[in-house]
């Protein structure tokens, strides 16, 4: 017999919705959900943390809280970023420690632990967590396709995990291309090697293959598999549920869960699938084989297209695919996974519209340096020495690089409770985690993008045409019949975008050039320059304004950092590349810039 994991609650609608599913909308079939028998319901971790405070005025501890009453018979499982937790960096391990704690409190009961770069050491500390507050540790390793990635390195993973005090093991093929013979080979190989506690095969529909590799799979021993009720699976989700229970009817691996009862909850989803039918994209619902060739998962190939087109170089994308396996094959060929696959995939746009390694982003050198763990395979010198400069080996760590970091806990506590925003002690890793997003989700100042009334949106609204679109894209524009033209200019410009990554989301603000504070002080800009300035350093990628580092006055060598801009969600630096005195400054902090925006003039 066979078990299976249901992700409709948050694998699911995060593959396919956009992680915009409300609480509401899981309330109404919780009951039945929790009857069917399913070995865990999978309701938390990866985006469902940060969208419900940025887009939905939700309350992520909450809905964790709610759903625990209203499915009190089925484990309820989370997905947990190892030593990231549920966001994009390394936390110290006190944060780690209490955000387990409060998970367990509220309501969850099984933790699926990954690390991008399977770097055990990032895993002692959440799976010990796990297993203090009474909770099932499930241990994963992040598949995927590399010469160093053979069967046996799985293998012995999957076994030392299960040492390490795992109560289940699971191959988390996260980007779903698995294929049958390697699946059969793992899960086989962990079995015949005395792998004892239960295994779980978690991936998606994308690359077509996932009934053979299941088939695959049953016969190696897998003793759980994933899915995801019809009207949320294949595409970038994973394989319906209601299909396996069917095809595995009088065979040995019979869930024997059912049928009556999952058609009940299928006929439930498909009105939730309706109600967000301005997030269906044809991409994400038809099989994409193509994965088993450049083996680039989905979620980062859009993101590529989307970071390309705010560059203003949506043509280079076939270089940057090219680009792609040098990088992952340089940085020690990791999982592409949250946050791995972002640091390769934006060092391989970097490298594709500045030259190689020529533009590095923090993100790039914090991981060469170790700050994410060990990488599968060692990198080489001349990488080093590219990215973090002549004296890499005085920056390198080879320990675990939460050792590197200090407690957080008691200054985020403090913190909170000086703006007066802490009303449960839950809120102080909500703050930790996203401190901007979480302030102003406290504030009140984060209302719903929608509310649910108003969905599913109408048919002439922009994110309903967009979605017309994706299923009819030789459509140039998209008329509703009897719409009224819109009025052009600039008020229908919009100056605020919404992009996924790993179909999470951030924001991308674009402000109108002008009207800034007058000039103060040295460090005050002046207005945006108007034509031609003699001496402009100017940005060469779209994004935010961190930090301004040379003021009027100052004098500048060439390759100094005038400034750090937020640019494809990570840090940049940007260099002169003249030398002078800076005599008028023309961007702030926080302001946002496009390619070729003058931000300094430098004589
Ligand atoms: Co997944």
């Excluded at 090697?193 to 299941?214: D, F, R």
């Excluded at 972002?342 to 700050?371: C, H, S």
Aim: with cysteine; glycine share 8%; aromatic share 8%.
């Amino acid at each position: 017999m066979v078990k299976l994991i249901e992700l409709a609650f948050r694998d699911a609608h995060q593959s396919l919705l956009a992680t915009r599913m409300r609480t509401e909308d899981m309330l109404p079939i919780a009951a039945k959900m929790d009857q069917v028998g399913f070995w865990a319901l999978e309701t938390w971790g990866g985006a469902t943390f940060d969208v419900p405070i940025r887009y939905l005025n939700e309350d992520p501890w909450d809905r964790i809280k709610t759903l625990k009453a209203a499915m009190p018979n089925t484990p309820m499982q989370m997905l947990e970023r190892a030593m990231s937790i549920v966001a994009y960096w390394n936390f110290p391990d006190d944060i780690v420690k209490k955000f387990i704690f409060y998970a367990k409190k509220n309501g969850v009961d099984n933790f699926r632990i990954f690390d991008a770069l399977n770097d055990l050491r990032n895993m002692k500390v959440p799976i010990d967590t796990v297993n203090e507050v009474g909770g099932h540790a499930q241990g994963c390793v992040s598949y995927t396709i590399s010469p160093v990635h053979t069967t046996d390195i799985f293998v012995n993973d999957l076994l030392a995990l299960e040492k390490m005090g795992c109560q289940s093991v699971c191959v988390k093929d996260m980007a779903g291309m698995i294929f049958p013979k390697h699946a059969y080979e793992i899960i086989k190989g962990y079995k015949d090697a005395g792998g004892k506690v239960p295994l779980s095969l978690h991936t998606h529909s994308i690359s077509g293959m996932e009934g053979i590799t299941y088939q695959r799979a049953l016969d190696a021993g897998v003793d759980i598999l994933d899915g995801a009720i019809s009207p949320l699976s294949g595409g970038t989700a994973a394989p319906p549920t209601e299909s396996i229970v069917q095809a595995l009817k009088g065979t040995p691996h019979d869930t024997g869960y059912d049928i009556k009862l999952l058609m009940e909850i299928r006929k439930y989803f498909m009105d939730v699938w309706k109600k967000y039918r301005h997030l269906h994209r044809m991409e994400a619902i038809r099989p994409d084989p193509s994965v088993t060739v450049h083996q680039i998962p989905g979620g980062m190939l859009s993101n590529l297209v989307s970071q390309l087109e705010l560059q203003g170089a949506g043509h280079k994308y076939q270089e940057v695919l090219d680009e792609v396996p040098h990088v992952k094959e340089e940085l020690g060929h990791p999982p592409l996974v949250t946050p791995t696959s972002q640091v390769v995939g934006v060092q391989a746009v970097m490298n594709v519209l500045f030259g190689r390694y020529k533009n590095i982003p923090q993100e790039t050198k914090d991981y060469v340096k170790g700050m994410y763990g060990r990488t599968p395979v060692p990198i080489k010198p001349e990488i080093y020495e590219k990215v973090l400069g002549p004296k890499w080996k005085d920056e390198v760590i080879d320990c675990r690089p939460a050792d590197m970091l200090k407690p957080l806990w008691d200054q985020r506590r403090k913190e909170l409770s000086e703006m007066g925003l802490m009303k449960k002690e839950e809120d102080v890793i909500t703050y930790a985690l996203y401190p901007k997003v979480a302030v102003k989700f406290f504030k009140g100042e984060s209302p719903p993008e929608f509310m649910s009334p108003q969905l599913p949106l109408p048919i002439d609204h922009e994110y309903t045409k967009a979605m017309v679109k994706s299923f009819l894209p030789e459509l140039k524009q998209v008329f509703i019949y009897g719409e009224e033209p819109r009025a052009s200019g600039p008020a229908a410009i919009p100056t605020e975008f919404k992009v996924e990554v790993d179909g999470e989301p951030f924001e991308v603000k674009v402000e109108p050039v002008g009207g800034y504070m007058t000039a103060t002080g040295a460090c005050a800009p002046g207005a945006a320059p108007k034509g031609d300035v003699e001496g402009a350093v100017r940005s060469q990628m779209q994004g935010t304004i961190l930090k301004v580092k040379k003021c009027v006055g100052d004098k500048v060598a060439v390759g100094d950092v005038i400034a750090t801009i937020e640019a494809m969600k990570m840090e940049q630096e940007i260099k002169s590349e003249k030398a002078g005195e800076v005599k008028q400054l023309f961007v702030k902090e926080g302001q946002a810039v496009k390619p070729g925006d003058a931000l300094m003039q430098v004589l």
